[in-house]
């Protein structure tokens, strides 16, 4: 007989909310599948259940949640808050309140039985929630030289040593790793300190290493092994700290992810513009290869990262030097380029990483598939992916931006948290992957990046102008090819410091100035084909494309507002409703930016494609005042002349 589903054809009917002091739940009914042995065989049927999902809470609330008084302990939401928790409380705080809990759960001579064994259970949850905690995640508890939250934790276990369970296993275990704990190692010393690494080879004259020193495919492998080593240690809740506040010391994993992108992309810009005409081909031709390998082997951050030094405006901008690069190097360069399209939030990039990311082999099109000299095709061996951190950090910027940290009662918005959790679980789930390279670590290449001079974005742009002429840039013809592509790429230039969008696709006007801040990244929103876009630390080029600050939703923009001629170029996002004003805007971006005084003494200024300032009044509508291709616009917090 058929089953009739009367829940729309759904497994889950919403019932509404259910309230209580200090907590909000969701209700709905769910219809589950289990097995009846009645009749002396297993026969699948449904049954109907009610299910209970925190939406917000007191923290206090929320913490009682992790061990509920009779009543199920939701595993799924132990893990979300694990790894959100920070957000809203501190360790310290969660403990204490935690520990309070297990205390006033002691049973006493006047409960019955069914209550003594509704309190040990509760008691149990806990238990096993603190030694979850320690496990998954001990860096919480590391606060050299006392370690105060692991001493107090430490205190509590031996106060009720005996009780349900002991903790001293894994106390100990966790206080051992932290004696054994350095603040750095031999394999990423160079990760936070790029220049006293350079610094000392060139003191030694130690660097033999260059670009063609390694064949294609080992170099993009050796490559591959330091992206997914950074990449793996990246802490996943440290993502959540560095939306917030990038420059916190608790986001260092994540800053230096983003240093490390940062670096192979300004090595790139590096390698091409030293030399001569013959060095510069040679150069963009083994990068393009490169990049095509971390393609086969599903290396997209470092592929990303090439790509964007490749299109930097100081070595796109180079067009004698692309007009002798090989017709099948530039449509390979341009096939891989439209990987990371902006369009639909980018889309490509997105549906291919949720392909391959547990994929054994890559999906490549036919002409991008190597073949060998006998004639066989070369395909990807690699088990292991590492995906590009700027599109997590994007949408986690989306969220943020997007949904309050509270209620309109003042409650924690836990359905914020199970978002932002969704995002970490999906970056869990790809470090694991990650892990899975068997490449080995190459001390050279690590070397040399580390050595290799860099330059800032004026310099670079300098150097480009006096490799080819700004006149000469004009008047040197270029193959269609490259035409198409300089325009889509240009289009989304956005720039910085004086936070101007250039027009220097043709015309080849030097764009002002624009070096870029870690905060960049996370404050700019998803469209960013450069180094730039999703946190790169000290990217330099003026061809960064922008991240997709004008993601537009029904009624509304995230727009990306700076403080003009602000040193550190610090972005926020805001978002903008269809009926904001501008002086609505100028008090949202002075409370992002933590600025003080009176909205009035501010002005909001919108840098048009043509370098012209626009002075939006304070009463005028900023939604309409933005163009159909809101990804372009950059505003300007202004403080007015006095």
């Known amino acids: 007989m058929a089953q009739v589903d009367n829940f729309g054809g759904t497994s889950i009917q919403e019932l509404g909310e259910e309230r209580s002091k200090g907590v909000v739940f969701s209700v709905a009914l769910k219809r589950v599948r289990y097995s009846s042995q009645e009749s002396g065989e297993g026969h699948l049927q449904w049954k109907t259940c009610r299910v209970r999902t925190l939406r ?31 957000t809203f409380t501190t360790t310290d705080r969660v403990l204490q309140l935690l520990t309070e809990r297990f205390e006033a759960m002691n049973p006493t001579p006047a409960d019955a039985r069914e209550t003594v064994e509704a309190k ?33 934790l430490e205190a509590f276990a031996g106060r009720w040593a005996g009780h349900h369970g002991e903790l001293q296993p894994i106390l100990t275990a966790v206080r051992q790793s932290f004696a054994r704990k350095t603040m750095s190692s031999d394999k990423d010393t160079w990760l936070g300190d790029f220049e006293g690494v350079g610094s000392y080879l060139r003191t030694t004259g130690l660097h033999p290493f260059t670009l063609f020193s390694l064949k294609v495919e080992d170099f993009a492998s050796a490559l ?17 700290s560095y939306v917030r506040q990038p420059k916190l010391s608790h986001s260092d994993t994540v800053r230096a992810c983003i240093q490390h992108f940062n670096r192979v992309s300004l090595v790139v810009i590096a390698t091409i513009l030293e030399g001569g005409a013959s060095e510069r081909k040679q150069a963009v031709v083994r990068w393009i290869d490169v990049a095509q390998q971390c ?91 590492v995906p590009y951190l700027g599109t997590f950090l994007t949408d986690l910027t989306m969220i943020h931006t997007a949904h309050s940290d509270t209620t309109q009662d003042g409650m924690v918005n836990f359905d914020k948290h199970r978002r932002e959790f969704e995002l970490l679980a999906q970056l869990t789930l790809y470090q694991k992957t990650a892990a899975n390279y068997t490449f080995a670590h190459h001390p050279p290449l690590v070397h040399w990046l580390g050595s290799t001079h860099v330059y800032s974005e004026d310099e670079s742009y300098h150097l480009s102008k006096e490799i080819e002429p700004e006149e000469s840039s004009r ?46 990244i996370t404050s700019a929103v998803d469209k960013s084909t450069s180094a730039s876009d999703s946190s790169l630390g000290t990217s330099t080029r003026r061809g960064s494309l922008s991240p997709s600050l004008g993601k537009k939703m029904q009624g509304c923009h995230i727009i990306k507002v700076a403080i003009s001629n602000h040193d550190s170029c610090l972005y926020k996002s805001v978002l903008l409703n269809e009926s904001d004003k501008a002086s609505t805007v100028i008090r949202s971006a002075m409370e992002k930016h933590g600025l003080r005084g009176s909205p009035s003494h501010y002005t909001l200024v919108l840098m048009t494609d043509r370098h012209k300032r626009l002075h939006i009044p304070e009463d005028s509508n900023v939604y309409y005042s933005l163009s159909s291709t809101p990804e372009q616009t950059v505003l300007l917090l202004e403080l007015k002349q006095q």
């Open 56 to 86: 917000a809470g007191t923290v206090e609330r929320l913490v009682e949640h992790l061990a509920p008084f009779q009543d199920d302990v939701d595993v799924s939401y132990r893990t979300c808050f694990l790894c959100t928790y920070r």
């Open 120 to 152: 040990r259970a509760v008691q149990s949850a806990i238990l096993s929630f603190l030694w979850v905690w320690l496990e998954s995640a001990p860096s919480d508890f590391y606060a050299p030289p006392t370690h105060a939250d692991l001493v107090a």
């Open 224 to 240: 591959t092994a330091e992206d997914a080593y950074v990449f793996t240690e990246v802490i996943p809740h440290q993502c959540l």
């Open 295 to 385: 393609r086969l082997v599903k290396n997209f951050s470092s592929l990303k990262a090439i790509l964007s030094g490749l299109q930097s405006s100081a070595v796109f901008r180079l067009h004698r030097t692309w007009e002798s690069v090989p017709f099948e190097k530039v449509s390979l360069f341009q096939d891989l380029s439209e990987l990371f399209a902006t369009d639909a939030n980018h889309q490509i990039s997105r549906d291919l990483l949720n392909r391959e990311g547990t994929a054994k082999h890559p999906e490549i099109a036919s002409k991008a598939v190597k073949t060998t000299k006998n004639g066989s095709t070369q395909r990807g061996s690699a088990q292991g992916v």
């Open 475 to 520: 008047t040197t013809s270029h193959s269609p090819s490259h035409s198409s592509l300089l325009k889509r790429t240009l289009r989304q230039l956005f720039l910085s410091k004086g936070a101007a969008v250039s027009d220097s696709e043709s015309s080849g006007s030097k764009p002002l100035k624009s070096s870029l801040s870690e905060r960049d």
